[in-house]
T-cell receptor, first 118, second 118 residues
Framework: DVKVTQSSRYLVKRTGEKVFLECVQDMDHENMFWYRQDPGLGLRLIYFSYDVKMKEKGDIPEGYSVSREKKERFSLILESASTNQTSMYLC?????????????????FGEGSWLTVV | AQKVTQAQTEISVVEKEDVTLDCVYE???????LFWYKQPPSGELVFLIR??????QNEISGRYSWNFQKSTSSFNFTITASQVVDSAVYFC???????????????FGKGTHLIIQP
């Protein structure tokens, strides 16, 4: 079974702090993704990566950056957390393709990280 | 206009009732993929099914069944003899290799919150 593991389930951070959300997958997937999920807005793509050191902006990249130094690990970084970044963050992975949707490959999700910025 | 419409925001039924979750999609592609995911209260998005546009066969997996009809652009999900453990938010998603729908070519509906009462 595919396993996508997010390091923190619940975090509370202060405004202005630098926040790291870590994600690891164990299926040798090329693609990895970060989404945020908010009530009434559904899932929105922040960034995705289709290879080590490669990244592409999603629909809402502002205020975020990412790092993919190893194939199995994809980190989401909030350089200076703000209250409007309070949300649930979901990491995901899939096999190769121009983004998972383009190739129709199934995306597998982690358990989510609930971030509260106060 | 939404590309994936889940018109039912919330459905509440009594245990053992059958329930159908609707999904209507919009695409100009002839090749596309449809997915259903389940999100229990724990937060993880669990993959349920993937269907490509060339396969209109209905699928049954235990108490779950899916009805794909290209003529009406629908991919509905039915749970037979519902159980309390089926309570979750269910997402329908569309992947389009050749057109938009997010940077990764994947578009999610806003989800249907299914409540199964004992």
């Amino acid at each position: 079974d595919v396993k996508v593991t997010q390091s923190s389930r619940y975090l509370v951070k202060r405004t202005g702090e630098k926040v790291f959300l870590e994600c690891v997958q164990d299926m040798d997937h090329e693609n990895m993704f970060w989404y945020r999920q908010d009530p009434g807005l559904g899932l929105r793509l922040i960034y995705f990566s289709y290879d080590v050191k490669m990244k592409e902006k999603g629909d809402i990249p502002e205020g975020y950056s990412v790092s993919r130094e190893k194939k199995e690990r994809f980190s989401l970084i909030l350089e200076s957390a703000s209250t409007n970044q309070t949300s649930m963050y979901l990491c995901a992975s899939s096999l190769i393709g121009r983004g998972a949707g383009a190739s129709g490959n199934t995306i597998y999700f982690g358990e989510g990280s609930w971030l509260t910025v106060v | 206009a939404q590309k994936v419409t889940q018109a039912q925001t919330e459905i509440s039924v009594v245990e053992k009732e059958d329930v159908t979750l609707d999904c209507v999609y919009e695409t100009r592609d002839t090749t596309y993929y449809l997915f259903w995911y389940k999100q229990p209260p724990s937060g993880e998005l669990v993959f349920l099914i993937r269907r490509n546009s060339f396969d209109e066969q209905n699928e049954i997996s235990g108490r779950y069944s899916w009805n794909f009809q290209k003529s009406t652009s629908s991919f509905n999900f039915t749970i037979t003899a519902s159980q309390v453990v089926d309570s979750a938010v269910y997402f329908c998603a569309l992947s389009e290799p050749n057109s938009g729908g997010g940077a990764d070519g994947l578009t999610f509906g806003k989800g249907t919150h299914l409540i199964i009462q004992p």
